[in-house]
């Protein structure tokens, strides 16, 4: 492996700073559960207690050492072509805001994954230690409010209309962390028993709940987990064709190919409740291509969500009978990132982002 995607650094860290950092990594790691089940926006806060007790170390020569991989020049050139894109944004308030949020977000994870990487060997066992009981906690607390219909939020006095779904937003931390607590289970615990129990029950748990995404991540990554676990190369070649081909065509599928003219024409029933999905990413695909090269600047979808806002406003105050919200062709956000950097970066940015991905292949080859 020539690359480097996420280096250890020099830790110049103070020894008598080090166990600090450590509780408060711990504490990190150990509160993801609850936090991911029950809050899963509290998630960025939580990590970034971590980075800050890793800071200094990372700091040192991390941020150096991962500016010269391919992954480090594609997100730096990334985050640089945000920042440009503002110039010629079509968003009117919040484009800068969210470009520093997209910055200091890409910061706190790589000095938390550096922070960890550079413990020393006893606290790194027990860092891991701590992540595999993390997810085991994690996917049976899942479970348990799929299968009790989300029995600690209804104490809290939650609204039952969004529990489930509030509880089902974690699944997709759960669909992150899984492979690296199955890899750390299976080298310390020296059995597939652990492992598999970690994958039965997160496939359990993401299927029970009702966010798609997370269930179908779990899938595609067990089988890539498996295919790299047994022919490394061959999985990663198709996993990088799979991402090149599936990110560079998808605003021209979703216009012309996967949308609900298109599938009902030869046939294809599409569920009710996947229609509005459809049309939301033909709407984008639209959008895409009026400004497929440099895209329409960061926040885009936001202000054109906003716009849609409005005119289902418009439309409804029009109505004697209740506008299906279906009729809003696009929210804040296209729900699939791909479509939304082509949408707000343009072409140039999808690059960037693809280059950030096949690093971290090249990495793994």
């Known amino acids: 492996m020539t690359d480097t995607a996420i280096p250890h650094g020099e830790d110049t860290l103070p020894d008598r700073l080090k166990p600090i950092r450590s509780l408060f990594l711990f504490l990190a790691l150990g509160m993801l559960a609850p936090v991911a089940v029950y809050a899963s926006n509290g998630t960025v806060p939580l990590l970034a207690v971590g980075a800050l007790a890793g800071a200094t170390a990372a700091l040192a020569g991390g941020l150096k050492q991962f500016a010269r991989s391919a992954s480090g020049v594609s997100l730096i050139l990334l985050l640089s072509w945000i920042v440009?894109?503002?110039?010629?944004?079509?968003?009117?308030d919040d484009a800068s805001w969210l470009a520093f949020i997209l910055i200091a977000l890409n910061f706190v994870g790589f000095v938390f994954v550096t922070a960890v990487m550079q413990l020393e060997p006893g606290r790194a066992r027990t860092a891991q230690k701590i992540l595999i009981l993390g997810t085991m906690a994690m996917i049976g607390l899942f479970i348990a409010e799929a299968v009790t219909g989300g029995i600690v939020l209804k104490l809290l006095d939650k609204p039952e209309s969004i529990i489930m779904n509030t509880v089902g937003r974690g699944t997709t931390i759960l669909a992150v962390i899984l492979w690296p607590a199955l890899v750390l289970a299976q080298t310390r615990f020296r059995t597939l028993l652990i492992p598999a129990m970690l994958l039965i029950g997160a496939a359990a748990a993401a299927y029970l709940l009702p966010v798609?995404?997370?269930?179908?991540?779990?899938?595609?990554?067990?089988?890539?987990?498996?295919?790299i676990l047994y022919a490394r190369r061959i999985a990663l070649a198709v996993l990088a064709a799979v991402l090149a081909l599936?990110?560079?065509s998808g605003p021209w599928l979703f216009l012309n190919v996967?949308?609900?003219?298109?599938?009902?024409?030869?046939?294809?029933?599409?569920?009710?409740?996947?229609?509005?999905?459809?049309s939301i990413w033909q709407?984008?695909?639209?959008?895409?291509?009026?400004k497929p090269?440099?895209?329409?600047?960061?926040?885009?979808?936001?202000?054109?969500?906003?716009a849609e806002q409005q005119r289902y406003e418009a439309l409804q105050a029009r109505q004697t009978d209740h506008l299906s919200i279906h009729e809003i062709r696009l929210p804040l956000h296209p729900h699939n990132i791909p479509l939304q950097i082509w949408l707000e970066l343009g072409a140039v940015g999808v690059l960037l982002y693809l280059g950030i991905l096949f690093g971290i292949i090249r990495h793994l080859w």
């Open 212 to 227: 798609d995404a997370a269930f179908i991540a779990v899938m595609a990554g067990t089988i890539f987990f498996f295919g």
């Open 283 to 290: 709407f984008v695909a639209g959008k895409i291509a009026e």
């Open 84 to 92: 440009l894109s503002l110039s010629w944004s079509i968003s009117t």
């Open 246 to 248: 599936g990110i560079l």
């Open 258 to 278: 996967l949308n609900i003219g298109a599938l009902t024409e030869i046939g294809i029933k599409v569920p009710e409740s996947r229609e509005h999905r459809l």
């Open 293 to 306: 090269a440099f895209g329409q600047g960061l926040g885009a979808a936001r202000e054109i969500g906003r």
